[in-house]
């Protein structure tokens, strides 16, 4: 109590803090007086002080863990004296002679938790994967109650010791920060590796140790046996042989012949006992983890339009749980993670068993299976040579498993390179020491709005069952504006992201970088790079950040250059919930309005529209512009409007939503313009990234519409170089850039007066 008093005093402990502090320590108190109870222990020595005062200690990081928002240098200072004092308590146990079997579990279990929660900690930065870590020792003693001879005693290991200290050390390390998001993945990476090896090598030795009775072989007994031998060889051909792209699973996909069971079955058979079990653990192992990712590619290709990317991915976890969260509620959220966890460990631990089994049988029938893998080895080297198929693009002689597995790799190889490689690319910036004087010469007066609309794609315009009600929309906004004094031109941008991951979009609008993953936008993010937004300060317009969406704290947007941020807590909204979206477009852009378009200083803006994102229902609707107000007059929208279960998961449902979600943020963009357009108004429209393959079917292009609009003609002759379609609605036909292009091309343009690049139409 009186730590956790320290702590909320000197950090600012909250809610979550002091509810997992308390819940921990009585846990652990009450574990604690009935071991000791069943150990007969009445009185603690010296050495147990010592081990209950870590234990304060681990409770005290535990509250900063789950408070989330404790200042680290904290954090990793508890850990490191709670690890600390675990080469004191047992020195000091055996200089006064209290050494006990009580002491000595004590003493690990504080150890193990520590390790558990600093593992939670960590894998908030690194991916679920360190989870591994701290869960695996529970997973352990979880499998002992099942399998007694895994709770015989150990011999005496310093390598086990070690490998148990290491744990400790390396994740309090990367809880530091001190190696950078690389040098924390090789060292927990390996870390990982090394304790997988020492619990891989006590496995084995309580297996060889293990005594056996024989059992009357039933046929019920048989029966089981066989159905157990056919489960495994069901789990093993679909990690070896199961697509990762949900399009490709057809029973062809699984009438194939994969080289890797023929060459781990021959390397069973020529290996003696004790490495042909290391060996089998190794293949289960990495075949449970190669399922797990493709799983997480399943999930990415239906989502993002991409396979998972092992290094840089796991950041998608939290904003994908903060989506589900909000569609769903918390009690489904916590639910997915707990069963998310669940089906990773069972995934690993079954294809284990599953190896080990099967390996087991092809030992016991070593002349009969030696036959068979000499036979299928020599089918399978046919197959391939004559590069027979059943269908197109499917060989039957497969090396899916190897091929996956190889290209991850590079992948991985890539996501570590990539840092370096991004370095050199932010470093090379035409308008680092650009003068305010010299920048956006010709927009001087102007306000500026960037309005991203989310899932904006092309597949919204063209060759889609939503496209031609969207091109009406289009169609007929150009014609109101232009009735009302506006002109428009329209284009595409290849954005850096698909079906998701808005915010390295409008980083890479922003930066004119290429921002396709966590570690570009975090290192975007912590550098000098010049934005298109305090591109704009310095040349002294007030800038303002309008999202939404944004419901914590977002230190990201000082990079940005904003002066002002208006979020989903700021800006007065009293009005429902629309699934995702918190409040209407309308609104923030009524907000908006009210509060920034009176100032007598000129005015950039990025907005972010969100109605328009997943699960697109329920859906807003237009009112009066003057009858927004605090947006209660919305109240009654969204139990008149669809829901999301009422469409997800139907392909045609989904997409029809989509094109009206669409309609209703680009239609909500023309009537604002029309209401309070003035002769100072400029607007970019762009979309942030192609909405999901439910709707974009597979194989589409990750273009985004792009709309510049203005009433002064000044501001489009400027950009008549760039050979921009004429309207809202760009056709098929239409210049194509990529989005990293956008910022040098926009702030060349309306500079100072300079000659275009011949280029300047090209994608």
Same mark, same amino acid.
């Given at each position: ?35 000791? @109870? ?9 050495? !147990? ?44 146990? /055996? ?10 579990? $004590? ?5 193990? *938790? ?5 593992? &939670? ?18 997973? *352990? ?18 390598? %086990? ?8 050390? &390396? ?35 309580? /297996? ?31 990690a070896l042989l199961a697509p990762n792209d949900l399009s490709r699973y057809t029973p062809v996909a699984f009438a194939r012949l994969p080289v890797e069971a023929i060459l781990v079955a021959g390397l069973v058979l020529v290996l003696p006992p004790r490495p ?21 590619d399943l999930g990415f290709n239906e989502t993002l339009a991409r396979p998972f990317d092992p290094v840089f991915d796991w950041t998608f976890l939290g904003p994908g749980l903060d989506f589900l969260r909000g569609s769903a509620g918390g009690f489904v959220a916590?639910? =997915? ?33 030696? @036959?068979?893998?000499?036979? *299928? ?8 040579? $004559?590069?027979? %198929?059943?269908? +197109?693009?499917? +060989?039957?002689? =497969? ?10 790799? %590079? ?14 690319? =932010?470093?090379?910036?035409?308008? %680092?020491?650009?003068?305010? #004087? ?97 591109? $704009? ?24 250059? $904003?002066?002002?941020?208006? !979020? ?54 237009? &009112? ?7 947006? #209660? ?22 997409? /029809? ?9 680009? #239609? ?22 192609q909405p999901a393959p439910i709707v974009t079917g597979d194989n589409a292009t990750w273009d985004v519409p792009i709309t510049v609009i203005a009433k002064d003609p000044a501001v489009l002759d400027r950009i008549d170089h760039w050979h921009w379609q004429p ?17 040098? @091309? ?16 090209? @994608?």
């Amino acid at each position: 109590m009186v730590l956790l008093g320290v702590l909320a005093a000197v950090a600012g402990l909250g809610t979550a803090g002091w509810t997992a502090g308390l819940a921990v320590g009585a846990a652990g108190l009450v574990a604690l007086a009935v071991a000791a @109870r069943r150990s007969g222990v009445s009185a603690f020595g010296p050495a !147990d002080l010592v081990t209950l005062g870590r234990a304060v200690l681990v409770v005290g990081v535990t509250a900063l863990v789950a408070d989330g928002s404790a200042p680290v240098p904290l954090l990793v200072a508890l850990a490191a004296v709670a690890l600390s004092l675990d080469a004191v308590d047992g020195r000091l146990a /055996r200089r006064t002679g209290t050494v006990s079997a009580f002491g000595a579990r $004590f003493d690990m279990e504080v150890d193990a *938790f520590l390790i558990l929660i600093l593992s &939670v900690h960590v894998a908030g930065d690194l991916g679920p994967w360190v989870l591994v870590i701290g869960l695996m020792r529970y997973g *352990f003693v979880a499998a002992g109650w099942t399998r007694g001879w895994l709770r015989a005693p150990l011999p005496v290991s310093l390598f %086990r010791k070690t490998v148990a200290a290491a744990q400790g050390i &390396v994740l309090v390390v990367a809880a530091s920060g001190v190696l950078g998001t690389l040098g924390s993945v090789v060292v927990v990476g390996a870390a990982l590796v090394a304790l997988v090896w020492s619990f891989g090598r006590d496995l084995l030795w309580l /297996r060889e140790q293990r005594v056996v009775e024989p059992k009357p072989a039933t046929p019920l007994r048989r029966a089981l046996a066989a159905v157990a031998t056919g489960l495994a060889c069901a789990l093993v051909l679909f990690a070896l042989l199961a697509p990762n792209d949900l399009s490709r699973y057809t029973p062809v996909a699984f009438a194939r012949l994969p080289v890797e069971a023929i060459l781990v079955a021959g390397l069973v058979l020529v290996l003696p006992p004790r490495p042909r079990a290391v060996a089998a653990v190794a293949a289960g192992a990495g075949l449970g983890l190669l399922t797990i990712v493709k799983l997480f590619d399943l999930g990415f290709n239906e989502t993002l339009a991409r396979p998972f990317d092992p290094v840089f991915d796991w950041t998608f976890l939290g904003p994908g749980l903060d989506f589900l969260r909000g569609s769903a509620g918390g009690f489904v959220a916590t639910m =997915a993670v707990v069963g998310a966890v669940a089906l990773a460990l069972g995934l690993v631990g079954s294809m284990v068993w599953s190896v080990l089994r099967l390996s087991r049988i092809v030992v016991g029938h070593r002349t009969r299976a030696t @036959r068979t893998v000499l036979v *299928f080895g020599l089918v399978w080297a046919i197959l391939a040579m $004559f590069e027979v %198929r059943i269908v +197109p693009h499917v +060989p039957v002689a =497969a090396r899916s498993a190897a091929s996956a597995a190889y290209q991850d790799v %590079r992948q991985i190889r890539a996501g570590l390179l990539d840092p370096a490689r991004f370095t050199k690319e =932010a470093a090379d910036d035409d308008f %680092r020491h650009t003068p305010g #004087s010299e920048l956006l010469t010709a927009l001087r007066g102007k306000d500026v709005l960037v309005t991203f609309v989310e899932s904006y794609g092309r597949v919204a315009v063209e060759d889609s069952a939503v496209a031609a009600d969207v091109d009406a929309v289009l169609d007929a906004g150009t014609d109101r504006l232009r009735a009302a004094g506006f002109d428009s031109r329209s284009a595409f941008l290849e954005s850096s992201t698909s079906g998701g991951g808005s915010w390295f979009a409008h980083a890479t609008l922003q930066s004119g970088l290429w921002i396709n993953n966590q570690h570009r936008y975090d290192a975007l993010t912590a550098s000098d790079r010049l934005t298109l937004s305090n591109a $704009f300060r310095r040349a002294g317009w007030r800038t303002v950040g309008v999202a939404p969406a944004i419901s914590r704290a977002w230190p990201e947007g000082g990079y940005f250059g $904003f002066e002002q941020i208006y !979020d989903a807590h700021n800006v007065g909204y009293e009005g429902p919930r629309y699934a995702y979206a918190k409040m209407p477009d309308q609104y923030t852009l009524a907000h908006f309005e009210r509060a920034e378009r009176d100032r007598p200083e000129p005015v950039m803006a990025e907005i972010d529209l969100v109605s328009s994102h997943s699960p697109f229902a329920p859906l807003p609707t237009l &009112v009066d512009w003057d009858e927004v107000g605090d947006g #209660s007059v919305f109240d009654p929208q969204p139990a008149a409007g669809t829901k999301g279960s009422e469409i997800w998961p139907d392909p045609v449902k989904v997409t /029809r939503a989509y094109g009206d979600a669409i309609e209703y943020s680009l #239609s909500t963009l023309v009537s604002y313009v029309e209401t309070h357009g003035d002769d100072d108004l400029v607007l970019v429209v762009v979309g942030d990234h192609q909405p999901a393959p439910i709707v974009t079917g597979d194989n589409a292009t990750w273009d985004v519409p792009i709309t510049v609009i203005a009433k002064d003609p000044a501001v489009l002759d400027r950009i008549d170089h760039w050979h921009w379609q004429p309207g809202m609605n760009p056709s098929e036909n239409a210049p194509v850039w990529r989005m990293d292009s956008f910022r040098d @091309r926009f702030l060349r343009a309306f500079g100072p007066r300079t000659e275009p690049s011949s280029s300047a139409s090209g @994608r």
